[in-house]
C-alpha cells in the first residue's frame, strides 16, 4: 500500500487484464481505493487479481466480461456496487482497435474500431451513471490518444484516429451532462505506452525511432506514468477538473 489518498473509493476499471488498465487498476487500489476491475481475456485479468492478492490488495474483477455488450456492462456495474456499497469512478481503459493502413482496412476492420473504441466508453458511462448519481458525483477517465491530435508516421491508425477523437468529443459532452450530477468526465491523452496492444507495432523497423523522435522527453511511456495521473484525477482534490484533455506523451504534441 502506497498511501490513504483513496480510501472509501470504490473505482471500476476496464481492460484490468492488461497495459494501462492493469497499470491503473493496481495502483488506485495501492491508494487505498476498492477496485473492480474486468476484462475479455480470462487468463490476464485472473493474473491481474492474483499480482494484487500477493500485495494485499482490495482488487476484484469479472471476467470474461465483453464491454461491446450493454447486458455485461451492466453486470459489471452492479456487481460492484453490490460488492463494494456504490462506484465514485469508472476508468475507460479496455479498448481495441484494428491498425491497418486505408489500402489494407476492410470496412469489417473499421466497424470492429470504431465499436471497439467507442461503443466501450458509451457502454461503460451509460452503466455506470445512475450508481455515480446516487453517490453525489463521481469521476469517470477517458482514453483517447496523441493520434487524436497527430498523425504518427507509419502507424496504420485510421480507425483508431476516429474513434480517439469521438473519445475526445465524448468526453465534453459527458463533462457538460454530469455537472449538474457533480459527475466529472475527463480525457487522457497518452503518447506510445508499452503495453500489448504496442509491443508488436514497436518491433516494426524504424517506427520506435519515429515515435522517441517526437518526444521531449527520450523514453516510452509505461503504464504507471498514466497510473499516477489517474490516481489524482480519482481523487478529491480534482474536484474541479472536469471536461478537460491531459495530454501524457513526452510532450510528442507539444511542438
Ligand atoms: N498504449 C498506448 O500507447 C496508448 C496510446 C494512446 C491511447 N491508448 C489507449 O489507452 C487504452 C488502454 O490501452 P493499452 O495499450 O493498455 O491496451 P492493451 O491492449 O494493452 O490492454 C487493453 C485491455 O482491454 C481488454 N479489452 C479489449 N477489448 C475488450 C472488450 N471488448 N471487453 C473487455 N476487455 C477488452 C484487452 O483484453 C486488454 O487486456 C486504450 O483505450 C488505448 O487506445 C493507448
Redesign the pocket.
Known amino acids: 500500500m502506497l498511501s490513504e489518498r483513496l480510501k472509501g473509493k470504490v473505482a471500476v476499471v476496464?481492460?484490468?487484464?492488461?497495459?494501462?488498465?492493469?497499470?491503473v487498476a493496481l495502483m488506485l487500489a495501492r491508494h487505498g481505493a476498492q477496485v473492480m476491475g474486468?476484462?475479455?481475456?480470462v487468463a490476464?485479468?485472473t493474473a491481474t487479481v492474483n499480482e494484487a492478492r500477493a500485495e494485499g490488495l482490495p482488487l476484484e474483477s469479472l471476467h470474461?466480461?465483453?464491454?461491446?455488450r450493454p447486458e455485461?456492462v451492466q453486470r459489471l456495474m452492479d456487481g460492484a456496487a453490490q460488492r463494494f456499497g456504490g462506484i465514485d469512478a469508472l476508468v475507460?481503459?479496455?479498448?481495441?482497435?484494428a491498425f491497418r493502413m486505408i489500402e489494407e482496412m476492410t470496412h469489417g476492420d473499421w466497424k470492429r474500431t470504431l465499436e471497439?473504441?467507442l461503443d466501450?466508453v458509451f457502454n461503460g458511462c451509460k452503466s455506470v451513471w445512475e450508481y455515480l448519481k446516487r453517490r453525489g458525483g463521481g469521476s469517470i477517465v477517458n482514453?483517447?490518444?496523441?493520434?487524436a491530435y497527430q498523425a504518427l508516421k507509419g502507424s496504420g491508425a485510421l480507425a483508431?484516429c476516429a474513434?480517439?477523437g469521438g473519445?475526445l468529443a465524448m468526453t465534453r459532452q459527458l463533462a457538460m451532462e454530469g455537472g449538474p450530477h457533480n459527475i466529472r468526465a475527463n480525457s487522457i491523452?497518452?503518447?506510445?505506452?508499452?503495453?500489448?496492444?504496442?509491443k508488436p507495432v514497436l518491433e516494426l523497423p524504424g517506427f520506435k525511432d519515429n515515435v522517441l523522435e517526437k518526444m521531449m522527453i527520450k523514453r516510452l511511456?509505461q503504464?504507471e506514468d498514466?497510473a499516477w495521473f489517474v490516481t489524482f484525477l480519482v481523487s478529491d482534490e480534482a474536484g474541479w477538473l472536469t471536461g478537460a484533455d491531459y495530454h501524457i506523451d513526452g510532450g510528442a504534441t507539444a511542438w
Open positions: 476496464t481492460g484490468s487484464g492488461n497495459g494501462i488498465g492493469k497499470g474486468c476484462d475479455i481475456d490476464a485479468a470474461p466480461c465483453d464491454l461491446t455485461d475507460n481503459a479496455g479498448a481495441w482497435g471497439g473504441e466501450v482514453f483517447a490518444s496523441a493520434n483508431h474513434g480517439k473519445v491523452s497518452p503518447g506510445l505506452i508499452v503495453t500489448a496492444a504496442t511511456g503504464p498514466i
